[in-house]
Nanobody, 115 residues
Framework: QVQLVESGGGLVQAGGSLRLSCAASGLIFSINAMGWYRQAPGNQRELVAAIIRGTSTNYADSVKGRFTISRDNAKNTVYLQMNSLKPEDTAVYYC?????????WGQGTQVTVSS
């Protein structure tokens, strides 16, 4: 089992920035991939960003150039730096980790971007 605890969500104006954090515990050795998903009301959950084996990254087209995913192996933590936020980025953001994605889920953190 892997436990994930997210933090860093909140309310921000359009154009602002937020950084999400996700600390992992439990069977850390099993984690090859970590990522962030989001789900807005009425929408399906979508993959926003992923980092594989701590180096290879990929992003949804909608966030390329604005969001950056990174991982601190010493702290077993993954981050999502979100810049130039838009109202359409408003959603619950979920951390995910496992041998592959999707794996284990965090509880989610709300990000609200006001116009």
């Amino acid at each position: 089992q892997v436990q994930l605890v997210e933090s860093g969500g909140g309310l921000v104006q359009a154009g602002g920035s937020l950084r999400l954090s996700c600390a992992a515990s439990g069977l850390i050795f099993s984690i090859n991939a970590m990522g962030w998903y989001r789900q807005a009301p009425g929408n399906q959950r979508e993959l926003v960003a992923a980092i594989i084996r701590g180096t290879s990254t990929n992003y949804a087209d909608s966030v390329k150039g604005r969001f950056t995913i990174s991982r601190d192996n010493a702290k077993n933590t993954v981050y999502l730096q979100m810049n130039s936020l838009k109202p359409e980025d408003t959603a619950v953001y979920y951390c995910n980790a496992g041998t592959r994605l999707p794996g284990y889920w965090g509880q989610g953190t709300q990000v609200t971007v006001s116009s």
